[in-house]
């Protein structure tokens, strides 16, 4: 009993003792980190390549970036950007059926909660616009429409310093787009994906 009465005071002292890494209206905070994108199982089929074909999009792992201005101590606008991803696709039955790359900037109305001793969890949700671009296939002219859909993200700061603190976080972005091969439709691909990311963010 003591032993756990000990080890439990040592841990509220440690929880205690946490840098408080808050922000005030007004403040910003950058974060730089990395962001790895992974569609969802299953992103479509191309019947006019193969009847019934499904399209597969591979994941791809680059470095993330976060700009938020905080209107008050809970709630922050933020826009997301990154270093471009490139994605493999392959179709079944096919195989390598090309590559592309994009840029998925995303603006979301966060919510920072501040009842949480030692680490600092929010929510968040907004608006995603994807630029696909540099897209090749072996099939012929591979072309993948823009894209704009909803995000949602979870997410938890944990203090390092005063000032900064290491972010973990989740997002789910909307992500459809129309495929076209030499001009013309041939379905829709629904990426979809779970961004994860790590991050180290700074107040200013």
Not at 13 to 21: D, G, I, L
Not at 121 to 149: A, C, H, M, R
Request: zero cysteines; a negative charge; glycine letters at 10%.
């Amino acid at each position: 009993m003591k032993h756990i009465t000990l080890s439990a005071l040592a841990v509220l002292a440690a929880t205690a003792a946490a840098p408080a890494f808050a922000q005030e209206a007004g403040d910003w905070t950058i974060g730089i980190g990395i962001a790895n994108v992974n569609p969802k199982s299953g992103n479509g089929e191309l019947d006019a390549i193969v009847p019934g074909a499904g399209i597969d999009v591979d994941s791809d792992t680059q470095l993330s970036f976060t700009a938020e201005y905080f209107f008050t101590p809970n709630i922050g606008l933020e826009i997301l950007a990154a270093t471009p991803f490139s994605h493999d696709i392959s179709i079944d039955g096919v195989g390598d059926a090309g590559d592309t790359k994009h840029l998925p900037p995303t603006i979301s109305v966060n919510y920072h909660f501040t009842n949480f001793e030692g680490f600092k969890p929010y929510i968040g949700v907004g608006l995603n616009y994807t630029n696909f671009f540099q897209e090749s296939s072996p099939l012929g002219k591979l072309e993948l429409e823009d894209s704009f859909g909803l995000a949602a993200q979870i997410g938890v700061d944990i203090p390092v310093t005063e000032t900064g603190a290491l972010r973990l976080n989740a997002r789910y972005i909307d992500i459809d787009t129309d495929v076209k091969l030499n001009g013309d439709k041939i379905g829709t691909a629904e990426i979809d994906p779970v961004v994860l990311g790590i991050a180290y963010v700074m107040t200013f």
